[in-house]
């Protein structure tokens, strides 16, 4: 089964359950002279960023670009699916000033690494399907300028993930 649906859920429950903490501990050895702040349990979307607003920031946009299924013979145990999905991870950030923006995004990137390099995701309770995350690159885009009326400048980072998804499927015949 693809299941690349519940993948991007749990990912965005296991972001929301774990990166607050992280960003604390980012932000106590960097200094707080740029806090950051944890996105709200709302700004959290499935898609690209431009398709929605209005939005609080920092929101945080979950991506899927591809799934590739890993054909497996019987003597590997062809009734278990092993796919690997691409995801990009879009941290949007926006601030009043340009230097201290670009430090909170070098922290965004920081604390989203910390979480999800290296993890299994699965939510508990689930015996069917694994889940493990892995950042593969990480990317910071380029300042977006300040609308002529004003407010504030606006900031990328993209992190590149590869998740590992193993779905137990059941035979046919």
């Not at 990912?11 to 702040?37: C, E, K």
């Not at 699916?81 to 991870?89: A, P, T, V």
């Not at 879009?90 to 920081?110: F, H, M, N, P, Q």
Request: net charge negative; aromatic share 10%; hydrophobic share 40%.
């Amino acid at each position: 089964m693809l299941s690349i649906e519940p993948i991007c859920d749990d990912l965005i429950a296991f972001l929301q359950a774990r990166l607050p903490a992280q960003l604390d501990t980012v932000v106590a050895a960097m200094g707080t002279r740029h806090p950051v702040t944890a996105p709200r349990t709302s700004s959290y979307y499935l898609g690209e960023w431009h398709r929605f607003r209005p939005m609080q920031l920092p929101a945080v946009f979950i991506v899927p670009s591809r799934s590739v299924l890993s054909v497996r013979t019987a003597d590997e145990g062809a009734n278990i699916d092993k796919w690997q999905h691409q995801l990009l991870l879009d941290v949007l950030c926006e601030g009043a000033e340009e230097e201290s923006l670009t430090r909170c995004c070098y922290r965004y990137a920081e604390a989203f690494y910390a979480t999800l390099h290296d993890q299994d995701i699965t939510r508990a309770g689930i015996s069917t399907r694994g889940t493990q995350v892995f950042v593969s690159a990480v990317d910071y885009g380029p300042m977006i300028a300040k609308p002529a009326g004003g407010g504030p400048f606006k900031k990328d980072v993209f992190l590149t993930l590869n998740v590992l998804h193993y779905d137990r499927s059941t035979p046919v015949g």
